[in-house]
Structures are given as C-alpha cells and as structure tokens.
C-alpha cells in the first residue's frame, strides 16, 4: 500500500500553500538575522489551531512518507564537526531532489542545556536548529525533531526527568506557530534505566507540557527498550489524544546489520554476514511487522519506522536486498519510515564525492516517472539560493 507514501508528483498540490511563499521571502532576503521569522511564522500559520483544521496524526504520517535521518551532526557530545559531519545548506536540496518527503534531525538537546532550572538551552544552538529546521520546511520536506544520545536521562531518568521535561517545555514553546509538518519526537530508543515504566511516567509528563503550547502538533512515541516491537504493549498513551504516531526501529538481525561496528563489542566476528533475501529471512520482517501493524490495528494508530539501515562494513549486495526487503514490507503495511542515515557510516549519500550510493537510495526511494534523474546525482543546484547558516 504505497499511498500512504507520497512521490514527488502526488505532492505537488499539496505544496502550493503559505509556506511556499514564506520560503521564498526567507531565501531571498535578511530576515533570518533580524529575527523577524518567528513574527511571520505567526501571520502565516496563526497561533492556537483547532482540532478541526489540524491534520491527525494518519495524515501527517502520510506527510513523512519516506524519509531520512541526518544523524551524527547535531547529536554529537559536544559541538556541530567532532563526528565528522556538519550540516550544509546543499544537503537539504540533495534530499528533495532525490525524492525524499521528510527529514529526521537527530539532537542531543541535553549537551546545549543548562544543568540548573530552569535548564534554558543556549541560544546559539537553538539559532541552528531554527536554520535545519527552515531547510526542511521551506522545500516542502516535513521534518522530525528528537533527541538523541540522551545517557543521563538513560542512566538516571528520576534525577533527569526535570531537565528532559523543560527541554521539550522551551521546544515546543520556540516552535508553536511552525507548520504542523514539523513534527516533535521526545526520545530516540528509551534504555538502560529507562525502563517502560520510568519512561511512561516521564512521556506521560512530556505530553501533558508539550499540549500546554501546542494543543494538536502531532508527537511520535516510541516503546522503551532496544526491543521495542516486544514492548509495544507496555506503551501508555493518552487514549483521546489522536494527534501521536508510534515509532520503532529495526535492525535485525543485527550480527549483519552492525557487523564490524565499533560501539558493539565482538562485533567484529560479524564480519563477512551475509543477507541474501531468502524466504526465511524474508519471513522473520514480515513476522516482525506484523507485531507493529497488528498492534497499530488495534489501538488506531499510524506507525512510523523511525531507523532501519545497516553498517558500511557488510557488502553492498547484502545491504541493497536488506533495505529493499525492509523498504518494502514497512510500504506494504502502511508505515512511514526514516533511513538511518544520510551520510555516515550507514549512509546513503558520500559527501566528499558529492554523489549518492545510487543501488541503496534506490531501494529506499525507487526512481519515480518524472523525476529526473540527474537530480539524483546529488549535485547540488548552484542557482539555488541557499538560507544563510546563522
């Protein structure tokens, strides 16, 4: 069922709207140094949407579509480089042109917080996530926020809590007059101590701040655990709240998928995994999905594939039919995923040859009639003006 995950051409009407003309004031003028976005953000969008003009969370679902994470730039321990990747103005054209719908920006919110209340996030860094956050939205790319890395919280999650909660407080205080395709997701992959119940006590809390500023924004939850499928039953939500979509991850199996990965001990004797495609692997995703679809039938809520990819150190065939296999049963049962990553170790594009992996961007995003396909070189268009960095 591909409808849910709309090509370029299906997306065409539904991006002549007030953004569109709001980009084009951004991109050709000062206003991001005069701080007078946000101002217009409000005139556009207008403060306090009701219910019945927001779109619920199904149809923003359909928004993200298929998607990619930018990981390893802005959820480094401590500044914007030390991983080796630093956002560029191009990168985002880069994704719209290969056909992608959304972006998910990855942030370890908790490095640029204060540690006393009321915990306020500096303002410099907040300035770069308003630019990555306008890249999206001005191309028409709905873009998902999370944090990432977040180990106090894993390691302490009663002595964090405070802290997490007024980081999501000055969030989605910042951004309540964005676009509703901006879309908040709290945590990525809730652990260590962590636990489902910890983690429903300080979601529980999180939403309840979050509605305070924006009432109908949609939120992406996801189950506590590194094995969220098995813990999708130990999700609390709040039952009249329509305006959430529930994530999970997938990397299994993950002896081929991680093999040679240096944050994983022993994985070393992983090297050399292969994945062919066979009728028992094929098998073993489409049971694992079957856990969240039946889950999602039940409990009437869309789901989102929030990271699925696999390490460069298995081989290119490997990982091709892997992604293609993951790619295709999450369409077919309805879900909206994010590609973990762009331009990392798992990534799809090489950004010192500037050019995409093209077999793997292919089984993420097949090429569409239409889409030229030198767009999908990865070049970036020089005519383009580009949003100043802040």
């Known amino acids: 069922m591909d409808g849910i995950l709309m090509n370029r051409s299906d997306r065409v009407a539904v991006e002549e709207n007030s953004w ?30 009701t219910a019945a003009n927001t779109p619920d969370a199904f149809a923003i679902n359909q928004q993200i579509g298929r998607g990619v994470n930018i990981g390893g730039a802005l959820d480094t321990p401590r500044k914007e480089g030390e991983w080796g990747i630093t956002l560029q103005d191009e990168y985002f054209q880069i994704i719209k042109d290969a056909g992608f719908n959304s972006v998910r920006l990855p942030v370890r919110w908790n490095a640029h917080a204060a540690n006393e209340p009321p915990y306020t996030i500096d303002p410099v860094f907040f300035k770069r996530i308003d630019w990555a956050i306008t890249n999206c939205l001005s191309r028409n790319l709905a873009i998902v926020l999370t944090t990432h890395h977040y180990d106090e919280l ?19 205080e910042r951004y309540q007059n964005y676009p509703e395709t901006l879309i908040f997701d709290p945590l990525m992959e809730a652990q260590g101590k962590l636990d489902a119940g910890k983690w429903n006590s300080v979601l529980k809390e999180t939403i309840v701040t ?16 590194l094995s969220c499928l098995d813990n999708l039953p130990l999700l609390e939500l709040p039952k009249n709240d329509r305006h959430i979509i529930v994530s999970i991850f997938y990397y299994a199996p993950v002896e081929f998928t991680q093999q040679g990965a240096n944050w994983i001990t022993g994985s070393d004797q992983w090297l050399g995994t292969k994945w062919t495609g066979s009728a028992d692997e ?41 992604t293609k ?44 009639a ?21």
């Open 210 to 225: 979050i509605r305070q500023s924006n009432a109908h924004r949609t939120i992406v939850v996801c189950p506590a655990g």
């Open 370 to 390: 239409g889409l030229p396909d030198q767009n999908r070189t990865g070049a970036s268009n020089p005519s383009e003006k580009q949003v100043n960095s802040g």
């Open 154 to 172: 894993y390691a302490d999650p009663d002595g964090q809590k405070d802290k997490f909660v007024a980081i999501w407080k000055q969030i989605a």
């Open 325 to 368: 296999c993951v790619t295709d049963a999450a369409v077919q049962r309805g879900f909206s995923f994010a590609y973990w990553e762009f331009c990392s170790g798992f990534g799809l594009y090489d950004p010192q040859a500037k050019t995409w992996h093209k077999e793997l961007l292919n089984a993420v995003v097949p090429p569409q």
């Open 282 to 322: 094929k098998r073993r995703i489409a049971k694992d999905f079957d856990i969240a679809a039946d889950w999602a039938r039940q409990h009437n809520r869309p789901i989102y594939l929030n990271e699925f990819g696999t390490y460069e150190k298995a081989d290119r065939a490997s990982r091709v039919c892997w």
């Open 20 to 49: 569109t003309s709001y980009s084009a004031a951004i991109m050709s003028t000062d206003m991001w140094k005069t701080g007078v976005v946000a101002l217009v953000m409000a005139l556009l969008t207008g403060a306090g949407a």
